[in-house]
């Protein structure tokens, strides 16, 4: 079992960065080591035994940090233990059902072997329907 988890996330609006958190309270309720950070602030994944990357949705594909995330830190996440979760959907389908991952975040999960991949409700702050891709 990993003692020192990095919940990695790409985040817009501050969504994927609230699950993030929520996914690292609860693992360090059940006794490991976590932690969350914005994706394009870790640098090394070295001192973390397992890695989960989480990032919101914006017009079919991860938000570019989640993106860039992967592709650096590739080869050190072949190595480790990898899980994804995506923020998205606005409507309750989530709750209900698996949304399985867009295409570009199943072609990452093939390449890296990830464990599994979990689609979370998103959430829309008013005022926020005209934002721009990230
Ligand atoms: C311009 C725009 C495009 C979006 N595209 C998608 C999409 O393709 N699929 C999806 O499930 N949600 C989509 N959403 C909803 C966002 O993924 C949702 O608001 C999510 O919670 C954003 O994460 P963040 O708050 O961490 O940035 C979109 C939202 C906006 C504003």
Do not use: C
């Not at 996914?23 to 602030?41: F, I, N, Q």
């Not at 990830?114 to 409700?121: A, D, R, W």
């Amino acid at each position: 079992m990993p003692d020192n988890v990095l919940v990695a996330y790409a985040t817009k609006n501050g969504s994927t960065a609230q699950i993030a958190e929520a996914v690292a309270e609860v693992l360090r309720k059940d006794g490991l080591g976590a932690e969350a950070r914005p994706a394009g602030s870790v640098t090394d994944v070295a001192p973390y035994d397992a890695v989960v990357v989480g990032g919101g949705l914006y017009a079919g594909r991860w938000h570019k940090d989640a993106r860039r995330f992967v592709r650096r830190h590739r080869r050190a996440l072949t190595g480790r233990p990898v899980w994804f979760f995506s923020s998205g959907p606005l409507d309750a389908s989530a709750a209900e059902r698996d949304i399985p991952p867009v295409p570009g975040v199943r072609r990452a999960m093939d390449k890296l072997d990830v464990v599994e991949h979990v689609t979370f409700g998103g959430r829309l702050e008013e005022g926020r329907r005209d934002a721009s891709p990230a």
